[in-house]
């Protein structure tokens, strides 16, 4: 899943695909060099950040949508918490709903189920603007387990059959609760849903390696993707597509061989 931030502020790549030729141009890119799906956002979900209203966020995803649909390779995913959206882009050509809050908004439910669209269910504990302000957890990989399957069950009694779970690599979690995810994450295959994750550029994988900026975390995030796989995760949600795929196809070569 590759993807495209069409927002001035997220944490990585903020500000540089926020022209709508410049997301179509790096939407064409990230398929090019083989993503499976784009996922598109138009709110930045980084730690301290604040909502923007509807009209903003559909300001900026729908041109977007609407030039991708009319002729893109692969599905689009919408990454939005707000249901007026999800529908928008979904009445364009999206295909998937990537919802950071895990589809706990009744009405996002809804719209997606209305659409027969596939959903990413997200663990995030607290919003953006706080959710790293000393997040605790007794297990974390028992707690966000928890909370994936009572979602996961809420979206099918909703009517929604194509179902993804994301454990939330950097949503309301330490450097150490991260690595915990990753190190147990066949615990969370064992729901019977196909995992995501996204550990791409995260400043988890800086403060290891005291690589502060984001655009010097690959080899961190292609280590992070490799183990994902090996341990059983479906998709993996990355800026750096190419080396990302790459490293993955070294991955299934073990696996397979």
């Known amino acids: 899943m590759g993807i495209l931030n069409v927002t001035p502020d997220s944490f990585s790549d903020g500000g540089s695909y926020f022209e709508p030729e410049k997301a179509l141009a790096r939407a064409r890119t990230l398929i090019d060099d083989g993503a499976d799906i784009v996922d598109i956002g138009g709110e930045s979900s980084r730690p301290g950040s604040q ?8 300001r900026r995803v729908v041109p977007v949508v609407q030039a991708l649909a009319a002729d893109a390779r692969v599905p689009l995913s919408i990454d939005t918490t707000k249901p007026e959206v999800a529908d928008a882009c979904l009445r364009l050509g999206a295909r998937i709903v990537n919802d950071i809050t895990g589809l706990r908004n009744p009405e996002m439910l809804a719209v997606a189920a209305r659409h027969n ?17 000393d997040p605790v957890y007794d297990d974390v990989v028992a707690e966000v387990r928890e909370f994936l399957a009572e979602r996961a069950t809420a979206a099918r009694e909703a009517g929604i059959a194509d179902l ?4 939330g690599i950097g949503f309301g979690k330490t450097a150490a609760h991260n690595f915990e995810l990753l190190r147990r994450l066949e615990e969370f295959t ?3 849903l196909p995992v995501l994750v996204g550990p791409s550029r995260k400043s988890f994988l800086g403060a290891l390696q005291g690589q502060e900026a984001t655009s010097r975390r690959l080899e961190g995030t292609l280590a992070a993707v490799v183990i994902a796989a090996m341990k059983g995760a479906c998709v993996v949600r990355v800026h750096d597509v190419l080396p990302c795929r790459r490293a993955l196809q070294l991955a299934d070569a073990m696996r397979s061989g």
Do not use: K, W
């Open 190 to 192: 064992s729901l019977g």
């Open 51 to 58: 909502p923007v209203p509807v009209d903003e966020e559909l």
């Open 117 to 133: 669209a596939a959903a990413v269910i997200m663990h995030m504990r607290g919003m953006p603007r706080n959710m790293q302000l």
């Open 164 to 167: 993804a779970i994301d454990p």
